[in-house]
């Protein structure tokens, strides 16, 4: 408590001499909605609402109100951009809470809502990107080596690396340009709907159907088919891969570790590679289906740079601004502190709505039927119901009217949220709601963001412990991320653990970074942010010595400390610098931010969960079952990340079932 207050107690000091940078100064505080625009907008019918105001659903507003689209995004926050956000939670320290790196952004999103040009998005990329201390290499003999640096400088990376394999050195620029390759074949599906397996498969019934006269069937086979051209693509790029195709083949379906097992030898790099195999997901790097999530972490870049990780300006809230910002521009209407609870539903014209206007519903409608998997009614939406805390109504449930919602919150607080389980078994074919109900949401992650003193010391990398930590002058291990373990059997023993004995592991996993190293609006002069992203952390804490659970204090102090012990191995003296904590759990991500279970990417990136899969059979094309209902965030392919693809495919998705 005394320590609390102390701390408090500095940081006031520190932030009265603070002058602040342009950026953070004119940074207001951001409030919900007031009851009089939240009114007009309740009162009024629109083209489309979408549902959460996550940087996804900012893309897909952006994109239907630049068709001419009357637009409303409805946020339960008071604040937009869901885990893209950046908030001040301690006087003059400014927190990306949840993402904190951003390299995923579609490219064609920045351009096409000129992001950069007119809406103030801006990056400071990093020459240096990763760091791992290796103070327990470094104990096993005089001279080993005490740190891996990889850069955007092939030589010094080259001499990095080989400081523990000569023959890891040579092979990493190959390693690199391989996957690169492999990660670009999957990019070229980012930017359209996937595949609908469960749809084609509908095709030989539909057949049968039309050969036996039932005319009905040609729609049906019509919405069924209209995946031909995306599996075509698919197998297209898998072919033009040639001898890289295998390596595709293992990247989607094999563990991380066996890749990185055939290219190096030194345990360093490659648990240092590992960890973006593991990176939110509920696996080890042992674990098949690991390699996948290797491959989505280095699918991004930005300004042209393939792979390449940044941070951006504000930290990642400004992302989600500037696109708000395009949204607004082009005449979208952004409430926040307005929590949408259920739907509207017209069951009066099927899938089709009253005014015949979803055909394309309709047809997938009667092409599930033909095939025997037909829901038992069918529906189209017309609007949701919400509660706003700032209307006198309170928490009684208000209808606002719209032709089309856009779900950009998880899908599984819509099926079985905001559409009932009674409701959703009714209106979706069998084979989709079983699959809905199976949606994979474990979740692996907790975040610790701290507000710090001083920049912590890293003696391997040449700091000097006992300087004024205030005074200390970022070097390039400060600009990286920097992990912490030294071997990957590290990673895979602590996710072992922790999933069979209900408990985070003693060692966790910690990834860290500091974005006011590069980044000065976030932290007063001499102080800083730093994020430290922890595996795993189960959402139900089960073992006898942690079953407090993460409500209580004690635990999360233990949990905390823990972070802080794998830290303070490579930086002594870290837990003196820190002056204030935001730890969210997994329960905490659910709690405040909708993340189902605390699942970073609102659904695991498991191969079974992405293309067809995501997140079910029957709606991987942003469409569901029901009549003006789409799905627009990242539990829709291609998934999580601050990507901005699930927003902008399924607004073209829906500008083209209006065009149809
Ligand atoms: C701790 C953490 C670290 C991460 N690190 C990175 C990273 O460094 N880089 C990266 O690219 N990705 C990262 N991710 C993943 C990435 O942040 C997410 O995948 C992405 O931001 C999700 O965006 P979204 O728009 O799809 O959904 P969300 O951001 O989840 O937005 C959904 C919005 O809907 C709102 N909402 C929910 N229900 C309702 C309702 N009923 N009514 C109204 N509003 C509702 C929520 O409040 C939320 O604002 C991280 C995520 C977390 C949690």
Redesign the pocket.
Known sequence: MLQRAVRAQVARRLVRDFTTSASAASAAKPEPSSAEAVRTALAQKWDAII???????LVSAAYLAKAGKRVLV????HILG???VTEELHDGFRFSR?????S?LRPVIIEDLGLVERHGLRFHPREFSSYTPTPRHAATAPGAPSGMLLSSSAEATAASIAQYSQADAAAYPEYCERLGRVAAAFTSLLDSPPPDLQQLSRLPALGKAAMAGRSGSLGGMRSASESFPELASLARKAAALGADGPLLWEALTGPASRILDRWFESPVLKATLATDGVI?ANVGPSTPGSAYVLIHHVMGGIEGKEGQWVYARGGMGAVSQSIASAAREAGATLLTG???RGLLLDESGGAAGAGGRWRHAAAAAEAASEAGDGAEATAAVRGVTVTAPCLPSGAEPLAVEAEAVLW??SPT?LFGG?LPAAEASRLLPPETWSRMRGFDTAPA?A?LNVALKGLPAFPAAGDDVNGDPSRRRPKPHHQCTIHFEEDPSEIDDAHALARALGRPSPRPIVELTIPSVLDDSLAPPGCHVANL?VQYAPYELTHPEWSAGWGDDSVRRRFMDSVYDVVEESAPGFRDLVLFEDL?TPPD?ERE???PQGN???GAMSVDQLLWGRPAGGMARYRTPLGGLYLC??GAHPG???MGA?GRNSALALLADWRA
């Open positions: 549902v959460g105001g996550g940087h996804n659903g409805l946020e339960r926050r869901g885990a893209a949840c993402s904190y790196l951003l995923l939110g307005v929590d949408v950009g919150a607080s905001a992650s975040k992203f969210l991500l931010f909708g993340l970073i990417f609102h965030a990242s999580g990340g601050v699930p």
